[in-house]
């Protein structure tokens, strides 16, 4: 028996990278786990069938981050196959690739607002009315709300909007146990990362990292296991880098 056993938990963006590697977590932990996707049925259904090949439960559902018709659908799906309850939610899905300051268009703004912001919020709201006593609530955010990259404009206003609205959620919601925490990665070594950089060896970030490699998504989505289980009942309102030790 995991630590999670019994446990219902709500992933989004859960077909690749950091994502994926939190739903394998939470259900080798021994969580019902719900994810989204939005692109590859392929790649979602390999997560499932990796989850069931090591005797754990998850079940994927198409849902774009960025509309509120498709959370709500998400929503009511996760409540189908989570009727024991709802217990942890994590808002991971996000828009991370570069755009120039002076590309930025109204479009593109909105639409890296309302994946990275306005939607992650009303997530959060659904967390704090679904959640059973003593839930959780953990966001992804990224080591670049304090190490600035050129292009990122967008992606680190964005989640930086995400870490407040997770601050304010733990004063919300502690009253009835809820711990919220965000969970701030450094470089991991993801395709979104290299689709990002393209060609980037990641010489120069690696030099700057103690531990002196990249991150793998399996050190992030340990990270958030911490804090889905028992043991991370007196932390609330943190932001925590999971990062190697970086040092601008």
């Given at each position: 028996?995991?630590?999670?056993?019994?446990?219902?938990?709500?992933?989004?963006?859960?077909?690749?990278?950091?994502?994926?590697?939190?739903?394998?977590?939470?259900?080798?932990?021994?969580?019902?786990?719900?994810?989204?996707?939005?692109?590859?049925?392929?790649?979602?259904e390999q997560v499932v069938a990796e989850v069931t090949a090591?005797?754990?439960?998850?079940?994927?559902?198409?849902?774009?981050?960025?509309?509120?018709?498709?959370?709500?659908?998400?929503?009511?799906?996760?409540?189908?196959?989570?009727?024991?309850?709802?217990?942890?939610?994590?808002?991971?899905?996000?828009?991370?690739?570069?755009?120039?300051?002076?590309?930025?268009?109204?479009?593109?703004?909105?639409?890296?607002?309302?994946?990275?912001?306005?939607?992650?919020?009303?997530?959060?709201?659904?967390?704090?009315?679904?959640?059973?006593?003593?839930?959780?609530?953990?966001?992804?955010?990224?080591?670049?709300?304090?190490?600035?990259?050129?292009?990122?404009?967008?992606?680190?206003?964005?989640?930086?909007?995400?870490?407040?609205?997770?601050?304010?959620?733990?004063?919300?919601?502690?009253?009835?146990?809820?711990?919220?925490?965000?969970?701030?990665?450094?470089?991991?070594?993801?395709?979104?990362?290299?689709?990002?950089?393209?060609?980037?060896?990641?010489?120069?970030?690696?030099?700057?990292?103690?531990?002196?490699?990249?991150?793998?998504?399996?050190?992030?989505?340990?990270?958030?296991?911490?804090?889905?289980?028992?043991?991370?009942?007196?932390?609330?309102?943190?932001?925590?880098?999971?990062?190697?030790?970086?040092?601008?």
């Amino acid at each position: 028996m995991g630590q999670l056993a019994g446990k219902g938990a709500l992933v989004t963006g859960g077909s690749r990278g950091i994502g994926r590697a939190i739903v394998k977590r939470l259900a080798a932990d021994g969580a019902t786990v719900v994810f989204s996707f939005l692109r590859s049925d392929e790649a979602a259904e390999q997560v499932v069938a990796e989850v069931t090949a090591d005797g754990g439960k998850a079940f994927a559902v198409r849902a774009d981050q960025g509309s509120l018709d498709d959370l709500s659908r998400m929503f009511a799906e996760a409540a189908k196959h989570l009727e024991d309850g709802l217990d942890i939610v994590v808002c991971n899905a996000a828009d991370g690739l570069p755009v120039a300051f002076e590309d930025v268009t109204e479009d593109v703004y909105d639409r890296y607002m309302a994946v990275n912001a306005k939607g992650p919020f009303f997530i959060i709201q659904y967390a704090g009315a679904k959640l059973r006593d003593g839930g959780r609530i953990i966001t992804i955010s990224t080591l670049n709300t304090r190490m600035h990259a050129p292009g990122g404009a967008l992606y680190t206003g964005g989640k930086g909007a995400l870490e407040n609205f997770t601050k304010v959620a733990a004063l919300t919601f502690g009253h009835r146990g809820i711990t919220a925490n965000i969970v701030s990665p450094g470089a991991t070594d993801t395709e979104l990362l290299r689709s990002a950089n393209p060609g980037d060896t990641f010489k120069g970030l690696i030099a700057l990292t103690s531990l002196k490699r990249l991150g793998q998504p399996e050190d992030i989505a340990s990270a958030v296991a911490m804090l889905a289980g028992p043991d991370a009942a007196w932390i609330s309102g943190q932001n925590i880098p999971v990062d190697g030790g970086i040092w601008p």
